[in-house]
Structures are given as structure tokens and as C-alpha cells.
């Protein structure tokens, strides 16, 4: 896990700067608030997929109502109610269409999330240690880093960080850029294709990745919050208990949800009686 320590750092201090202040003091509050979120999406978010996004749409066509009628003048009520019966609709018959989506979208993900862990972090580390050198001559002196540049390397912003390990790694391997956007496309792609065509394993596997993603975060940050340190560093150095643990969640999740979307048995037809013999 100490290889994602670097990343972890960089979208905290992202979070940091772009956050609003207010939203920064509600961490537990959100990280509870995503916590029963991950679990219940966990449960039922195959089998209360399609209702909710059709709630979601009408609600969405509901604040386009409003706005129709203050730019239109006509009575509020008939117009919020034709927003949300419209595009509520729009949003229950294209279901399959927002399945898929949100399939890409997660497949993508998780794809990038492998690519990066086989790729990417092996040049993390080196690309973290580089040492600050100066050219004298023809001979290349190693200068140590004084606190006020290695404060000022730590300062640096997400998006400067960023840019720079880009260059890095074109510098290290070029193909790795380009490998990298070919497997994004690859999997929006695969994705949505099967999310349209197989729309509840599609469903099954993304709402159980997206409530278990939910839940890790949200425990991480209370274990963060009102964990003693060292207790927070412990599960640090066993990320096979971590991963145990999330992916027995994970299996939990598969497992419920395959069961709670099972469609209902056929019922039987009954034989047709026999016709009577003639006489």
C-alpha cells in the first residue's frame, strides 16, 4: 500500500484546495453518509437500479419544469409535473443506454487502476526519490535538497505533480501514454456494450464495485479520524488482510444481489384436459 502513499497524498492536497472549507468540516458526517451508502448500494442497488434512475431523471425534469415556467410564464405545478413525466420517462426507456454507461465508466476504471498498478507505480517510486543534481563541468554533483526546496516539493500542486510525473514517464517509456489511452478506450467501449446487452450482471458486478468503493472510503477516513496511528499504520503493513477483507465484502455483495435480481420462475402450465372419448 505504501506505493499509492504518494497519489493518496496528491488527492488529499487536492481535496485541500479546491474543496470548500465548510464541506471540509463535514468528513465524518460524509464519510458515515457514504459509508451506509456503499452498503446499501451493496444490497440493493441492482434490484433499485431502474426506479432510481427513473426518480432521478424526473426530479432533474422537474427543475427543468420550474425553469420553463419562470421563462414562460406558465403555472408552475402543470410545469413541473410535465418536466418530470417527460424526462422521467426518457429516463426509464433508455435504461439500457445509462447501464452501459455506467458500466464503461467503471470497467474503464478498474482497468486503468490494473494498468497503473503494473505500469505506472514501478516508476512512482523512482520518479519520487530523484535527487536534486546540479551539472558542474562535465560531472554531475549530487546537491542535497534544502528544507525550503524539498517544503517546496512537497507543496506542489496536484495538477503541476501531475504534469511532471507525466513527462516522467514519457521520458522512462513512451509507450505508456499510449497503451495506457488505447485500454481507456478499449473499456468504455467493452462496457458499454456489455452493459446494454447484459443489463443485470452489468448491473450486479458495477453496483457492487461502486457500494464497496463507497464503504472502504468511507471507513478510511473514520479509521483515520479516531484511530490511534499506530493502529492506522498496522493495517498499513497487512494489505493482504485489507484485501481479504475488501473482497469477501465485494463477494458478499455479488452473491446478494445475483440472488435478489433472480428473476421470478415461470409459472407452471397446467395440461390440458383430455377430450372426452366419443361414443
Same mark, same amino acid.
Given at each position: ?14 481535496? %485541500? ?149 507525466? %513527462? ?21 467501449? %467493452? ?15 458495477? %453496483? ?72
Amino acid at each position: 500500500m505504501t506505493e499509492w502513499t504518494p497519489i493518496l497524498d496528491q488527492a488529499r492536497l487536492f481535496i %485541500t484546495q479546491h474543496a470548500p472549507p465548510k464541506l471540509l468540516d463535514e468528513t465524518v458526517p460524509l464519510s458515515i453518509l457514504f459509508l451506509f451508502l456503499g452498503v446499501g448500494i451493496s444490497v440493493l442497488g441492482a434490484r433499485l437500479a431502474r426506479i432510481s434512475t427513473t426518480l432521478a431523471f424526473a426530479v432533474g425534469g422537474g427543475f427543468v419544469g420550474t425553469y420553463f415556467s419562470h421563462e414562460s410564464g406558465f403555472p408552475l405545478p402543470l410545469c413541473v409535473a410535465g418536466g418530470a413525466l417527460v424526462i422521467g420517462t426518457i429516463g426509464y426507456q433508455t435504461f439500457r443506454l445509462w447501464v452501459g454507461v455506467m458500466t464503461a465508466l467503471v470497467l474503464a476504471s478498474v482497468a486503468v487502476g490494473a494498468f497503473s498498478y503494473q505500469q505506472v507505480l514501478p516508476h512512482l517510486a523512482q520518479f519520487e526519490q530523484r535527487a536534486i543534481q546540479t551539472t558542474a563541468g562535465a560531472e554531475s554533483v549530487f546537491v542535497p535538497p534544502s528544507p525550503r526546496e524539498q517544503q517546496a516539493y512537497r507543496d506542489r500542486t496536484p495538477g503541476r505533480w501531475l504534469e511532471q510525473f507525466r %513527462t516522467f514517464l514519457k521520458q522512462q517509456d513512451a509507450r505508456i501514454e499510449r497503451n495506457g489511452c488505447a485500454l481507456i478506450w478499449a473499456s468504455l467501449l %467493452t462496457g458499454l456494450c456489455l452493459g446494454v446487452v447484459a443489463v443485470r450482471w452489468a448491473l450486479v458486478v458495477t %453496483t457492487a464495485l461502486i457500494g464497496t468503493s463507497l464503504v472502504v472510503s468511507g471507513i478510511s477516513v473514520l479509521l483515520n479520524h479516531f484511530a490511534q496511528q499506530e493502529a492506522y499504520q498496522a493495517f498499513e503493513k497487512h494489505p493482504s488482510i485489507v484485501g481479504m477483507a475488501v473482497g469477501g465484502f465485494l463477494m458478499t455483495s455479488l452473491i446478494l444481489q445475483t440472488l435478489l435480481t433472480r428473476p421470478a420462475p415461470l409459472p407452471k402450465s397446467r395440461p390440458k384436459p383430455k377430450p372426452a372419448p366419443k361414443s
